[in-house]
């Protein structure tokens, strides 16, 4: 549970992306981000968020790593080669149990913004999100 009292921006009508075949987990990424002001659309793996990316921008993603059809990682990569330059800059989060150090390194090669391991600490979850949009925002300026 996240305090009442912690200070964060709303999600300012802010909408995350939110990638995981575990409906469970989707579900819980997406209550988190509601509480806090964010419209949420979430998808069961990549290949829907690919679809999805075609059809509407999005202020950031939430994505797992391993999922059927289109993995995170296949994901990341296809998100940072993509012609539209509003979707190759949104920020990408990767939540996932595989945490080891190679794994990490190698997203953050792939170009991902933040790692996340499962399972999800919510304040940092906001936390980051907060970090990345505001960080969006400013190099928009």
Known sequence: MIPASTN????????????????QMRR??????????FKTVDVADGCFAIHRLEE????AIVTDLEMPKVSGDELVSIIRNSSDPIVRNVPIIVVSSKA???TVAALELLG?????????DQ????????????????SKR
């Open 8 to 23: 964060f921006r709303t999600g300012e009508e802010m909408t995350v992306l939110v990638v995981d075949d575990a409906t």
């Open 28 to 37: 819980l990424v997406c209550s988190v981000l509601k509480k806090h002001g």
């Open 100 to 102: 080891d150090a190679e």
């Open 56 to 59: 509407s921008h999005y202020d």
């Open 112 to 120: 991902i913004d933040a790692f996340i391991e499962k399972p999800v």
């Open 123 to 138: 304040l940092l979850l906001l936390q980051t999100i907060d970090r990345l949009l505001k960080k969006s925002r400013e």
